[in-house]
């Protein structure tokens, strides 16, 4: 697998992503900074990291939105390339219309940082489909922004057309309020868009990548992409 | 000018007149008056801090430089320091908190290391009065705030709730870095003919003599001193963080230093003293945020996320390239000259003209008069505590929903403790662990303190706050490899309190030096105190330790259905200043635990191969609130139930309640009991129960818990 990792300034999860993706599926990972108008050639998947692009200070993910690399992005999706936005990449990748919906501060108005559930919906995406359909993933969220909203008439349109793929839940899959952490519209924690190739998340996988880290779980997400990848699947 | 209007004493001013031959013009007075506080100088510790040991087998850097550094094997290091922003946060609470962490990141950013991790210790006040939540919550907010934007995990600390602390809180900021010890920078290695470079934010009024400001009492009302509190900026310093990394993979970089307390002034001077050569700034050439501003200004202004880094003049051009790279400011304000003065030069005319070794090194030490406080002769020290079995639940209960026991989650949830993938074991926990990704080792960190010990009993006191850091470490397996402190105090300038800090400082460092721990790195906090309020001594201490693999870690709150709980060292720990004595007698009364090397060094030995040995599956420290805090967090952590069965003569608060000394309580696997007990024999053993898969604490004779009633007095 060949990715490459966007690097905006204030991006803080760029290393993560990239160490987790090289030692998990032994993949080929360069990062890519902000300002370039191309992609390296053949590359199997982007990923958009967490952390505080532009010092989220206008509106998380709005200025990086507007970065030259962007463009080339967007070419790249509507092409089927696979691309993946983490947190603050999930942000991104709204504001930039890539993705429906936006993320809004957490219900409690405070960043939370904690262990969290999420219940994979759909296993026929390239990022899931090494799951189980209901499989329970365990990994972090880490953000201030990260209540998902959109009207409720997009809701049901994106819920029509199958586009949520991570919902948060309890441990053993069920869904309720007590498992939403940030007070996320129909517990919300991951979307795609239409195509099948653009997933948007909450939760960091990367740093659920390795035993030792408390989950391996988010691991099943590279592995998912990887052997996607491996069966020549298209989107 | 006055010499007492930038708050220098009358000796102070007439030394600088002796090394100058001259009376100082304004803007000298200014910048001594600054750089000879007590923040900037330590002119009132430097003679306390003489008594702290700083070699050790694995130091590679002790204090003086901005952050100690230990050897960690393979050719790596660790740089760690602990730091306070205490004036800051008591008036401006977020960003007082917020430039705390944001300081102390770049002093481990100015050795060249990468900030790996952060932990923060927090004093506040105890009765929930709104000026004390609103305190807690800026101060929260702020660490997590700036923290969490530039992407350096808050992976532990410590939080007292004690009312000394009511509007003097107390923010210390401790950042761990990782570095090759190849390339270490130091500030002593700058050249004359080099150029002097400033790089990150512009430079404002804002903070300006924010250093005197820290060593004053605070006024009363605390909004007038504002201005003296900086504003931080996150989004800058992880820019700057990756360009001055950036600058060091392209070796840029010949010295370079933060600016931090006194701004261009002591990071320019201290690099010039310690490099053996002068310094010129060029005022003028120093982008500035704010119109009409004067050189001194210029010069001690405390704006955050600035570096001043030295390099080769011909390298200009590519430092200023990268700089832009990271949409950083970048000017070569000043240069490196050999004739050993500090000077500041606007538009062509010198304004300041100092030897550079003055600036920084010049002031002379205060020895304040000291006197053993009356109070300690008055403390009542033979007072016997019943514990009447119909109190024992209620006391049990309060203990565990007391702030200083209770769950501390909405804290640390509000700071990202997961970020840069290396937290193994997070915040909540008496040790917390990181993964080093260079050589595959894994750091322990810790960070104690023991005020009401000090209070009753400095000397022991101090002893007991390095060993609440200690103890945790050794249990685990980790092996102590150095330490930082942040010594909170009030006023020096009362003959009690500077007796008091000066025995805390003797049982510290003592302490460190018997249990062979350096302290390489540290900082000093004086003048907590408000109108008709002072802080107690709080000493903190933070440890950093090695664990060679997680395979000879041993958790805390790991409980097994099975094991057998054994309680090692002392059956009866000390009740003087503990929470049940604070809680009972709502004071603080008697005679806590004194120190006894001996029996702390046995206790390291065997705890060391207790986790070597893998015997256990559990192990927690008996600290704030005794025995049953102890096996009651055991519990709800391991969400297993314990029956406990001690003799009568057990049954008495020195037992159950009793904080302090070597004692420990370990679930040790059935099968293994008899290395285990091997280990510990002649140190104190008891067996005091079993955990069990019914989720009930009972105390046999004394009462029972449901783990969902422990569990819901625990948190929040």
């Not at chain 1, 890519?32 to 952390?51: A, C, I, R, S």
Request: with cysteine.
């Amino acid at each position: 697998m060949k990715a490459c990792v966007v690097v905006f300034p204030g991006s803080n999860c760029d290393r993560d992503v990239i160490h987790s993706l090289s030692t998990r599926v032994k993949a080929n990972v360069s990062a890519l900074w902000y300002e370039e108008h191309k992609l390296p050639q053949d590359t199997d998947l982007v990923v958009l990291p967490g952390g505080f692009s532009y010092g989220d200070y206008l509106r998380c993910g709005a200025m990086a939105a507007t970065a030259p690399i962007l463009n080339a992005i967007k070419g790249y999706a509507e092409g089927g390339g696979l691309v993946l936005g983490i947190c603050n990449g999930f942000q991104i990748l709204t504001e930039a219309r890539l993705l429906p919906g936006a993320l809004l501060a957490n219900k409690n108005l405070k960043f939370i940082c904690r262990q969290c559930a999420v219940r994979a919906e759909r296993t026929d995406t390239p990022f899931t489909s090494n799951l189980q359909t209901g499989q329970v993933l365990k990994m972090p969220i880490a953000h201030h922004e990260g209540l998902y909203f959109l009207p409720p008439n997009d809701l049901k349109q994106i819920l029509a057309n199958k586009q949520v793929v991570f919902r948060y839940c309890n441990n053993d899959g069920t869904i309720d309020d007590k498992s939403n952490p940030n007070g996320s519209v129909d517990n919300i924690a991951g979307v795609i868009n239409k195509g099948g190739n653009v997933l948007g998340l909450m939760p960091h996988p990367e740093r659920a990548s390795e035993k030792i880290l408390g989950s391996e779980d988010g691991g099943l997400i590279w592995d998912s992409i990887a052997s996607w990848l491996k069966k020549g699947g298209r989107c | 000018m006055n010499y007492k209007a930038v708050g220098l004493r009358e000796e102070e001013y007439q030394a600088i007149k002796e090394l100058l031959g001259r009376e100082p013009n304004e803007s000298e007075l200014r910048i001594l008056g600054v750089m000879w506080s007590e923040h900037c100088s330590y002119k009132s510790t430097r003679p306390l801090l003489k008594m702290f040991n700083s070699e050790g087998k694995y130091v590679i850097q002790g204090p003086g430089e901005n952050a100690g550094i230990v050897d960690i094997g393979d050719g790596w290091a660790a740089a760690f320091k602990v730091e306070s922003h205490n004036h800051p946060s008591a008036v401006e609470p977020y960003q007082g908190a917020a430039t705390g962490v944001g300081g102390i990141i770049r002093d481990i950013l100015a050795v060249g290391a990468w900030p790996t991790a952060c932990l923060d210790g927090l004093f506040f006040g105890k009765t929930p009065r709104n000026s004390t939540l609103s305190l807690m919550d800026g101060i929260v907010s702020g660490i997590g705030g700036y923290g969490n934007a530039v992407g350096v995990p808050t992976v532990g600390g410590k939080t007292f709730f004690d009312d000394s602390y009511e509007g003097n809180p107390l923010v210390n900021a401790m950042c761990v870095g990782i570095v090759s010890q190849e390339k270490i920078i130091t500030s002593k290695t700058a050249k004359a003919g080099q150029l002097a470079v400033l790089i990150g934010s512009r430079t404002g009024r804002d903070g300006i003599a924010g250093a005197a400001f820290a060593s004053a009492e605070l006024a009363e009302d605390t909004k007038s001193s504002k201005p003296q509190v900086q504003i931080g900026d996150p989004f800058v310093e992880k820019l700057l963080i990756e360009c001055c990394h950036e600058l060091l993979r392209e070796k840029l970089i010949a010295s370079m230093q933060d600016m931090g307390a006194a701004g261009i002034t002591s990071s320019a001077s201290e690099i010039a003293a310690k490099s053996g050569t002068g310094i010129y700034i060029y005022a003028d050439k120093v982008p500035t945020r704010d119109e009409n501003m004067t050189p001194w200004e210029i010069a001690l202004s405390e704006s955050q996320e600035r570096m001043l880094v030295i390099i080769e003049p011909e390298n200009y051009e590519r430092v200023e390239k990268c700089a832009q790279k990271w949409l950083l400011e970048c000017a070569p304000i000043g240069e490196v000259t050999d004739d050993g003065r500090f000077k500041i030069i606007n538009n062509g005319k010198t304004v300041v003209d100092l030897p550079a070794e003055m600036v920084g090194g010049g002031c002379p030490e205060i020895h304040w008069p000291s006197q053993k406080p009356a109070y300690l002769e008055s403390i009542e020290t033979e007072r016997a505590y019943t514990l009447p079995q119909d109190a024992f639940r209620d006391i049990c209960l309060s203990i565990i929903s007391d702030p200083n026991v209770k769950d501390k989650s909405w804290i640390y949830e509000q700071y990202d403790h997961t970020v840069q993938i290396n937290t193994v074991v997070g915040p909540g926990n008496p040790v917390s662990v990181i993964r080093v990704k260079e050589n595959n080792k894994f750091l322990a960190l810790t960070m104690d303190c023991a005020p009401w010990s000090c209070w009753l009993d400095p000397y022991n006191g101090g002893a007991e706050s390095f060993l609440k850091a200690a103890r945790p470490l050794w249990a685990c397996g980790a092996e102590i490899l150095g330490m930082t402190d942040c010594l909170n105090y009030p006023s020096p300038e009362s003959p009690e309190n500077y007796w008091i800090l000066t025995e805390t400082v003797r049982g510290l460092a003592q302490t460190a030096k018997d249990m062979d721990c350096p302290v390489v790195s540290g900082n000093v906090s004086l003048y907590n105190e408000s109108p008709g309020k002072k802080i107690l001594p709080s000493p903190l201490v933070g440890l950093v330790g090695l664990l060679e693999t997680m395979e000879e870690f041993l958790p805390s709150g790991e409980l097994e259905e099975g094991d057998v709980l054994f309680l090692v060292g002392p059956k009866k720990g000390f009740l003087a200043g503990s929470l049940f004595q604070r809680l009972l007698d709502k004071s603080i009364q008697g005679k806590p635990a004194q120190y006894t090397p001996t029996a702390e060094i046995s206790f390291k030995e065997r705890a060391l191969r207790t986790a070597k040995d893998k015997c256990c599956s559990s192990v927690r420290v008996i600290g704030s609130g005794g025995l049953v805090t102890a096996i009651a967090k055991e519990c709800v952590f391991a969400q297993k139930g314990a029956s406990i069965n001690l003799k009568s003569e057990h049954l008495v608060p020195e037992v159950l309640f009793g904080e302090g000394g070597p004692r420990a309580i370990y679930s040790v696997k059935p099968d293994k009991i008899a290395i285990f007990e091997h280990i510990w024999q002649d140190f104190g053993l008891l067996k005091i129960g079993t955990v069990q898969k019914e989720k009930t604490l009972e105390f046999l004779g004394l009462s029972s818990f449901s783990l969902l009633e422990i569990t819901s007095c625990w948190r929040r």
